[in-house]
């Protein structure tokens, strides 16, 4: 069943290594709540009235967000559209945002599963990383939600920092483990281009990220997850059983999804379209009714590499026998062949007419997938 993703394209401070599309003024929020409005109706056949089994709240930060507002939000998707009663509908909130009366505000919504921010449990860290946040808050706004009767969290961590050694890896993930979060996400801190960090690298005013030492974090998260019970669902999904992120895994099986908001991208299994990244003009388009979205059909080869992309990240892997049947006999030949290679140094794991990365494989995921791909 699809999704549907609301980009709130809001923060309150620039986080320095963060390439999302976002405003730190807050003095177009009403107007883009209105071009929201607008832009569901407009879209209410992009998915052509099939049931909707998850909604997210991505940014930016949604959780910037009041009660009132995000029930205007619901109201207007309910009109358009048809949510299951089971939907797993996500919110993404900022520590410093979560006070208890802002949690209880939350739970009076339709919101059933919050992904917390938290990056890091050391305060240096989130110094070097321009948060909002302190980690006093991080801890305290996750025991707040739990109190409040959200069962379903996630939280955000992020290793490879400049200033994270490995034991403050291993406390951070024993902090995460203490908090007793059903669902973790970890990302490996990549330094993108046009962001602040990388202004500060380039100046020689902070030092780049070090491989090394990246790679050796995602070696002690592998073994600390397995021990605490934890399965890697995705290369940086992790999540006990049954608390799998049903947004994303949707993403994962290429079901079709509506974005929603400046920057957000949609697919409906044969063309993708993605917003404007830009608040202002995203509002006067649909101030007149209309998107400014561009768009791309997806070609075979497009649609294979995608599928390599993002099934070789997951524990189900890639399914040669749904390449044969998707693209020809040409296709499944070509990914086997191309996986040899790493077949044969154990990197890729041939079982059951899958291909699945394992734990050193891991670790060259981007690599072998582009080895996969086909480009004509
Ligand atoms: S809060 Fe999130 S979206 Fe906003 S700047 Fe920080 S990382 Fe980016």
């Not at 930060?61 to 207007?76: A, G, K, W």
């Not at 900022?94 to 990056?119: V, W």
């Not at 998260?221 to 049954?242: A, H, P, W």
């Not at 995608?306 to 040669?320: A, C, N, P, Q, V």
Request: hydrophobic letters at 35%; one cysteine or more.
């Amino acid at each position: 069943m699809p999704g549907i993703y609301i980009h709130i394209p809001f923060c309150k401070q620039a986080c320095n290594y963060c390439d999302f599309h976002f405003s730190t003024s807050l003095t177009t929020k009403d107007a883009f709540l209105n071009a929201l409005k607008k832009e569901i109706e407009v879209q209410k056949e992009y998915l052509k009235g099939d049931k909707i089994s998850t909604i997210y709240f991505g940014g930016g930060t949604p959780s910037l967000l009041s009660e009132s507002e995000l029930m205007n939000i619901f109201e207007t998707l309910e009109k358009h559209f048809v949510i299951s009663p089971d939907a797993e509908i996500t919110l993404e909130a900022n520590p410093d945002d979560l006070t208890k009366e802002k949690i209880k505000q939350l739970k009076a919504t339709p919101i059933n599963r919050l992904s917390i921010g938290i990056q890091s449990f050391y305060d240096e860290d989130l110094k070097l990383m321009n948060r909002a946040h302190n980690a006093k808050e991080a801890i305290t706004a996750v025991k707040a939600a739990q109190d409040s009767g959200f069962e379903n969290i996630t939280i955000d961590l992020i290793y490879g920092i400049q200033t994270l050694t490995n034991s403050h890896w291993k406390n951070n993930l024993t902090a995460a483990f203490d908090l007793e979060v059903k669902h973790i996400s970890a990302y490996c801190l990549t330094v993108e281009p046009k962001t602040a960090m990388a202004h500060q690298v380039k100046m020689g005013q902070l030092k780049n990220v070090d491989e090394h030492q990246s790679a050796e974090q995602f070696e002690i998260m592998l073994d600390k997850m397995k021990k605490n019970n934890f399965i890697q669902y995705e290369i940086s999904n992790f999540c006990k059983q049954g608390f799998y992120s049903k947004h994303n895994s949707n993403y994962w099986r290429k079901e079709n999804y509506l974005g929603l908001g400046p920057s957000a991208h949609s697919y409906n299994g044969h063309s993708r379209q993605w917003n404007i990244s830009n608040n202002p003009l995203y509002i006067q388009s649909l101030e007149k009714g209309k998107l400014n979205v561009e768009k791309e059909e997806l070609t075979a080869e497009q649609k294979y590499n995608e599928y390599i992309l993002t099934s070789l990240r997951t524990m189900w892997g890639t399914d040669l026998n749904y390449i044969e049947q998707t693209f020809g006999k040409e296709y499944s030949a070509h990914s086997l062949t191309e996986a040899e290679k790493y077949v044969e140094t154990k990197k890729v794991l041939h079982q059951k007419n899958k291909l699945l990365l394992s734990d050193e494989g891991k670790l060259f995921a981007d690599k072998i997938a582009s080895d996969l791909f086909i480009i004509k």
